[in-house]
């Protein structure tokens, strides 16, 4: 546990309790009056009544859209499935500001809905919804469908021999088996939602404002730094009582499972039922997944002369007249790669000991500590951001001008990633396999690497994957401590939109289409890599 705490401690807890301290300490006293004063004003508490419900909202309408993809992944076989695997992954990667604007081209005015039926929904709730079911629909795939793929489909075919029905049968084998999974993927939906900053800053229009937002409100706009730091206090100690509650739900329902390699689950669709769940799930990916990226890539070829590359062509140049950058736009690829790369080696190292640590369930400081794991998610990135500038800037952490700031910034979001796609695995390993490791003498090192390793390496090359997307497409810190020279793709896109001419605009959907091919690209190799994987090994 020591890394991962001395990891948290300097580079999240450190830097949000600076720049809380510095909105409510005025002449050295804290002023905890501004709490109440915060809470009493309507438009707060309004923010703060949307924030939640809309979060439980798109947590619910996630999961129920999401669950069937989670069994067509883990359960069937068919033609284009890895493909399929990384396209469900690309929109989690995309910066919002990019997702934003494709949502409006279907949704807003002269968007599709509009020009084949009349309908708008922008500024409405269920833009923002529905934004939110696509970019989490892969986070319950990946985290449910990752345990479901290597859970034994023998025990509930011995239940329907028994007599169960389908759903029985599901409902009392498969259902408890991966309520851990569940739980965890419903964790970092409400998360992701209740803290969401650029989808309802663009589809949300005046009327909708997550906590989030008017943290960035009051902080970038207002300069109003005490109001800022009450906003961030109640979201982190809302975060604080959602972990508690998933971490008791959780504890109750572990336990040791059979797994099995996942080569010998996933079967050809059998029957009318498989067939439907099968369809319906294409289906539902194409309109709410694929149409969106679409759009996207429509609008990047879509120029003023014509369908072209115009767009993509500019993006080589730098633009010497007042322009958004330092450098050709076309150099945020690199930087995003490399700045991932280093991100995910450094989120797999200390999220992997994170989980080797929980495994052990060493009393209720190690408990504590797996919640406190997944606040980077809960907490404002705008203050995680305004933090890393205030805070790392003196020695012996004189960072604000090294390479290094951005992706531990943007480790802070892998971490927890990483833990939370090992940790089910990892704590269903039957413990007599390393007690039996231990007897014929294998140190702890070697029972870890021969018995957990190869039954955890599926779920560590997913997490890995998890952790470079979200890496790539970080950017709530990220714009904040990013240097001008060395910007990554989502700042990129960002510095363009913010500024006018269909130019800009044209290169932001270019920039967002890049993104789009290079983490597709990315996460196809990873399904390469992770099924092939000798099954022996399992």
Known sequence: MAGPVAFFAVFFAYPVTAIVGRGLRVGGAWQFGRFGEVLARPDILHVLWFTTWQALASTALTLLVALPGAYVFARLDFPGKRLLRAVVTVPFVLPTVVVGTAFLALLG??????????????????????????????????????????????????????????????????????????????????????SSFGVVQILGGPSFSTLEVEIYRQTAEMLDLPTAAVLTMLQFLAVCVVLAVHARVV????????????????????????????????????????????????RSFDTPRGYGLDYYRALTVLDERGGAFLVPPIDAVANSLEYALVATAVSVLVGGLAAAALTRRAGRLVRGFDALLMLPLGVSAVTVGFGFLITLDEPPLDLRGSWMLVPLAQALVGVPFVVRTM??????????????????????????REVDLPLVSRALLVAAGFAFAVSLGEFGATVFIARPDQPTLPVAVARLLGRPGELNYGQAMALGTILMVVCAAALLLLERLRTDTPSEEL
């Open 109 to 194: 005015r002269g968007g599709l809905l509009d020009e084949l039926w009349g309908i708008r929904l922008d500024t409405t709730v269920w833009a923002i919804l529905l934004a939110h079911v696509f970019f989490n629909y892969a986070v319950v795939v990946r985290t449910v469908g990752g345990l479901w793929s290597q859970l034994d489909p023998r025990q509930e075919e011995a239940a329907r021999v028994l007599g169960a029905g389908r759903l029985a049968a599901w409902r009392r084998v498969t259902l408890p088996a991966l309520v851990p999974s569940l739980a965890a993927a419903a964790l970092m939906v409400f998360l992701f939602t209740f």
């Open 251 to 298: 504890r109750r329902r572990e336990g040791a499972l059979r797994l099995v390699d996942p080569a010998r689950t996933a079967r050809r669709p059998l029957g009318a039922a498989q067939w439907t769940v099968l369809c319906g799930v294409l289906l539902s990916v194409a309109l709410l997944l694929i149409a969106p990226l679409g759009v996207l890539v429509e």
């Open 423 to 448: 940790l089910p695995v990892l704590r269903a390993v039957d413990v007599r396999l390393r007690e039996a490791a231990a007897v014929l003498g294998a140190s702890p090192l070697r029972a870890w």
